[in-house]
């Protein structure tokens, strides 16, 4: 099947523009994850959903940052009032089951391409 | 906080030559530890995980939880292993799965 798709790869904008980054999980993923990764850096969390609800948006840097997932499938990621320390990496990931699951254990988290935001 | 640390950014061996990938983590709690991979122009994928205790590629790493380690290794290295290696360390807190990554090895196979 389909893996998890992102668009658009690619994101030129000036500063002070507002832009939505869009995820396309796998089908039937309950959650769903947004990573941030700068130049040289290992992927920092951002936020992440399980269905249509956000549990967790502590990796959010600031106000400007906002996600939603309002039907339990696609995600965006807005970034408002673009700032060039926000040019980076966004990857979005998917995993089927919640925290647990049936093991016990973190499932394994499925990446998409990513879409590299160059702010100018 | 929780930490992983990758302490070397690059590392260059020979076709055949034994390799491996450090890892550290600081960890309060008992971690579940990830390697990630990324070939060049696909995207982030996982390699193994310390509770499969399985051999994929011909890679295997060892949960040293004396040590706080996690090492990959491969006894010998094939060209086609040249990627970005991301060590993880699974942050459980209220049921949130987040991921923290270390910044990443670069391996080079040499031919």
């Known amino acids: 099947g389909a893996g998890v798709s992102q668009s658009p790869r690619y994101k030129v904008t000036k500063r002070g523009q507002d832009v939505a980054l869009r995820c396309d999980p796998i089908s039937g993923h309950v959650s769903l994850y947004w990573y941030r990764q700068a130049l040289g850096q290992g992927p920092e969390f951002l936020t992440y959903?399980?269905?249509?609800?956000?549990?967790?948006k502590s990796g959010l840097p600031n106000d400007r940052f906002s996600a939603e997932r309002p039907e339990g499938s696609i995600s965006t990621l807005t970034i408002q009032r673009t700032e060039q320390r926000d040019s980076a990496m966004y990857r979005c990931?998917?995993?089927?089951?919640?925290?647990?699951?049936?093991?016990?254990?973190?499932?394994?988290?499925?990446f998409g391409p990513g879409t590299r935001l160059t702010v100018l | 906080a929780q930490r992983v640390t990758q302490p070397e950014k690059l590392l260059s061996v020979f076709k055949g030559a034994p390799v491996e990938l450090k890892c550290n983590y600081s960890?309060?709690?008992?971690?579940?530890l990830f390697w990630y991979v990324q070939y060049s122009r696909q995207r982030l994928q996982l390699l193994l995980r310390?509770?499969s205790r399985e051999s994929i590629k011909g890679f295997t790493a060892d949960l040293n939880k004396g040590e706080t380690s996690f090492h990959l290794k491969k006894p010998f290295a094939q060209e086609e292993d040249s990627a970005m290696y991301y060590c993880?360390?699974?942050?459980?807190?209220?049921?949130?799965?987040?991921?923290?990554f270390g910044k990443g090895t670069k391996l080079t196979v040499n031919p």
């Open positions: 310390h509770i």
């Open positions: 990931a998917s995993s089927s089951q919640l925290f647990g699951g049936t093991s016990g254990y973190t499932d394994t988290q499925y």
């Open positions: 993880a360390l699974s942050e459980s807190q209220g049921g949130s799965e987040k991921l923290v």
């Open positions: 960890y309060s709690g008992s971690p579940e």
């Open positions: 959903f399980n269905y249509e609800a956000q549990q967790d």
